[in-house]
C-alpha cells in the first residue's frame, strides 16, 4: 500500500504501517472467505430468525468490516516517518515519563495504532491538552498547562526517548 506524502495524518512508524497494513489484508482476503463460508454454514442450519449461530458470525462479520473501513481510512491518511532521533526533544513517536501533577507517567506521544498489541503504553495524541502541552520540550523542562476541568496542570519531564515499535 502506498503511503500518504501529507503529514496531516496519524504519524506511523514504518513498523506500525506495515503491521497495520498485513491486518488489513488478512482482515479483508482470507478473514472475510472464512467469515462468509461460517455464515453460510449457519445460514445452512435452518431458520435464520431463531439462529443464534447465524447472529453471532453476522456480528462478527459487522465487527470485520469496520475493521476494514478503519484501517483502510488510517493506512490512506497516515504519515510515515522514520523513529525520531534520541536527543531528548519530545515529538511525535516518543516514550515520554514525566512528573504529571506529582505523579509519575509513562506514556508514548502519538497514535494509539503505533503502538501493538504487546506494548503496554498510554498513548497521547500531540493534540491533546498534554501531548501540545510538551510537544518541542527537551527533558528537564517543566511545563504547565490548562487541563479540560480548568485547573493547570504542572509537567515536569524526566525523559524522552524514541519508541522503536
Do not use: C
Amino acid at each position: 500500500m502506498p503511503t500518504s506524502k501529507s503529514t496531516s495524518g496519524p504519524w506511523l512508524t514504518r513498523t506500525a504501517y506495515d503491521r497495520l497494513a498485513k491486518e488489513l489484508e488478512h482482515l479483508s482476503g482470507p478473514g472475510r472467505k472464512e467469515i462468509t463460508h461460517r455464515l453460510e454454514a449457519a445460514r445452512a442450519e435452518g431458520a435464520v430468525s431463531e439462529n443464534g449461530a447465524f447472529d453471532a458470525v453476522a456480528e462478527e462479520r459487522s465487527k470485520n468490516e469496520g475493521r476494514i473501513l478503519e484501517l483502510t481510512e488510517l493506512l490512506g491518511a497516515a504519515h510515515v516517518g522514520e523513529v525520531p532521533a534520541d536527543d531528548g526533544i519530545v515529538t511525535t513517536g516518543m516514550i515520554i515519563t514525566a512528573t504529571v501533577n506529582g505523579d509519575e507517567l509513562q506514556f508514548l506521544l502519538g497514535d494509539r495504532h503505533i503502538v501493538d498489541g504487546q506494548d503496554d503504553l498510554e498513548v497521547f495524541s500531540e493534540s491533546s491538552p498534554l501531548g501540545a502541552a510538551i510537544h518541542g520540550a527537551s527533558t528537564g523542562d517543566t511545563v504547565t498547562y490548562t487541563a479540560p476541568n480548568g485547573r493547570d496542570v504542572e509537567v515536569h519531564i524526566s525523559s524522552v526517548t524514541p519508541y522503536k515499535g
